[in-house]
């Protein structure tokens, strides 16, 4: 079975740090490539950051860069997000992703490359 389960959004101010995590599947989550994704009301799906299966890899949107650390804990098949110096335009709704790729070492960002996605958390920063 193939599952991915967000948690940790909620309304918080601007400046403040959020964790998310996503939870997932053994089918969704080992080999793969972990992946968040955000959408926020009226606007396309963007994608946020990734890391690879062998966490020894990251790509972050330029938006987030310096903000915001993708993670990953293979024992516990999560993968973390934390953000930090909320914006009001970082209100969204942030989705996991996974995809497992056939060369490993290629690092997806976009949404079209995906395969596995949880259902989404939000996440709102108030001014």
């Known amino acids: 079975q193939v599952q991915l389960v967000e948690a940790g959004g909620r309304l918080v101010q601007a400046g403040d740090s959020l964790r998310l995590s996503c939870a997932a599947s053994?089918?969704?989550?080992?080999?793969?490539?972990m992946g968040w994704f955000r959408q926020a009301p009226g606007k396309e799906r963007e994608f946020v950051a990734v890391i690879n299966w062998s966490d020894t890899d990251t790509v972050e949107a330029d938006s987030v860069k310096g903000r915001f650390v993708i993670s990953r804990d293979n024992a516990k098949n999560t993968v973390y997000l934390e953000m930090n110096s909320l914006k009001p335009e970082d209100t969204a709704i942030y989705y996991c992703?996974?995809?497992?790729?056939?060369?490993?070492?290629?690092?997806?960002?976009?949404?079209?490359?995906?395969?596995?996605w949880g259902q989404g958390t939000q996440v709102t920063v108030s001014s």
């Open positions: 992703a996974s995809v497992i790729t056939e060369d490993p070492r290629y690092l997806p960002t976009s949404s079209d490359e995906f395969v596995n």
């Open positions: 053994e089918r969704a989550f080992i080999g793969a490539h």
